[in-house]
Each structure stands twice: as C-alpha cells, then as structure tokens.
C-alpha cells in the first residue's frame, strides 16, 4: 500500500512565474486536501476535493491559487504570477470520508521558494 | 471557528525519560476527533495518535498516550522512554465532524531528545 505522494519535492522559482504541484493520494482514498506550511507555523487549510468536485476553499486561497481533481485521482496545484510571500510547504493530504471520520494521510510536501 | 493552542514552543529530554506535551482546543461542536501528528525534520508529517471526543477512554498507541480532558478542552500528549528518533515538531489538531473535516493545527512544539 503506498502512501501519498507530491511531486516535485522541491521548486525554485522567479517572481510572476507559474508553477504547478502534483498530488497522488491513497488509492481508495476519496477525500483530497491541499493545506499551506510557513515556516514555524502549523500547517492551514487551502481546498479539498471529495472525488472529482472541490467543496470548500480557504480565503487564503486567494484567485492566482487554482486546484483540480479532473478524474477524483491524483490533484494538481496551481499558483499563478507567484509572489514572495507564496513561499512555503504545500502539503497534499487524503482520507476516506465515509461512515465516521477517517485520519488525514500526508505527502512528503512541496517547498516552494519564489525568488 | 475551531482553534487549537499549543503554549510550549520547545521542549527538550533526555533519552528513556517521559515527557509531556501540551494542547488546548475550542470548538463548540460535541461531535470532533483529536490528533496529534509527528513531523521529524525534513521528513513527512505522520500520525502519532487519535482520540474520539465521545470516548472517555484515553487513547495509547505503544509509548503514546493522551490525557483527554473534555471539559477542560485539554489534549495533552505523553511520551514515555523517550528516543533520539523521536525528535520532531509535534503538532496538535482538531477536525469536527461532518463538512469539509478540515484539520485545525496547532502551531507545534519543538521536542528535542538528547542522548
């Protein structure tokens, strides 16, 4: 049973630029969730998916932020004309949403650092 | 709006020693579930233990354990016999049940085991 996975690990980028974060959940697992790390804080919810449809988005998620899940398998992070302030760990968790509330399952995380 | 403190920023113990650590929550909700998540550095956050707000019975996982006070709105975590491979940032969260179960962190202690 492999867990979750982000790629890349890491991403090194200029100011204005685009870049885009890759998420592969649990299998069976049919809940999503990005969440945001900065540096000494605990991890803030960004969006989650259940299967293909996005249900909630944070504020934080502000409208250079785009998330997809076209086929309720694996989601991708968007981050338009990013910013300074962008730099962080984008964390990708899953779970199965079902009769009781399942754990949350973590990837390794993308640290982005925008130039 | 659910918050999540922990009020111990570092921590340091000696190996084989027990240690404590703690968190306090708010929600209003009745219905939630407790976490604690281990995230060592450079590594991947995992789970350490899970309580279920309608069981008195404290959860343990091995050398885990939890101190649940609801009426308190206390989660502390113990570590007993402390290991070099323990040193991590510990976080506390929250997720009430039903909606998105988004995890609510707490900002996290830094705990040290020295040799």
């Known amino acids: 049973d492999t867990g979750v996975s982000q790629n890349p690990r890491h991403k090194i980028t200029k100011r204005g630029q685009n870049v885009t974060f890759r998420c592969d959940p649990i299998?069976?697992?049919?809940?999503l969730y990005w969440y945001r790390q900065t540096l000494g804080q605990g991890p803030e919810f960004l969006t989650y998916f259940q299967n293909e449809a996005q249900l909630e988005k944070s504020r934080l998620l502000s409208d250079r932020f785009s998330a997809e899940r076209p086929k309720g398998s694996f989601s991708t992070l968007e981050i338009q004309r990013t910013e300074q302030g962008d730099s962080a760990m984008y964390l990708c968790?899953?779970?199965?949403?079902?009769?009781?509330?399942?754990?949350?399952?973590f990837g390794p995380g993308t640290r982005l650092t925008v130039l | 709006a659910q918050t999540v403190t922990q009020s111990q920023p570092e921590m340091s113990v000696q190996e084989a020693e027990t240690v404590t650590l703690s968190c306090t929550y708010d929600?209003?909700?009745?219905?939630?579930?407790l976490f604690w998540y281990k995230q060592p550095p450079s590594r991947q956050m995992i789970l350490v233990i899970r309580?279920?707000?309608?069981?008195?019975q404290n959860a343990t996982e091995n050398r885990f354990s939890v101190n649940f006070q609801k009426a308190a709105k206390s989660f502390s975590l113990k570590i007993s016999d402390s290991q070099l491979g323990d040193t991590a940032m510990y976080f506390c969260a929250l997720v009430t049940q039903g909606g998105s179960e988004k995890l609510v962190f707490g900002k996290g202690t830094k705990l040290t085991v020295n040799p």
């Open positions: 299998s069976e697992h049919n809940r």
């Open positions: 309580q279920e707000a309608y069981k008195q």
């Open positions: 968790a899953s779970s199965f949403w079902g009769a009781s509330t399942d754990t949350q399952y």
């Open positions: 929600t209003s909700e009745n219905n939630y579930y």
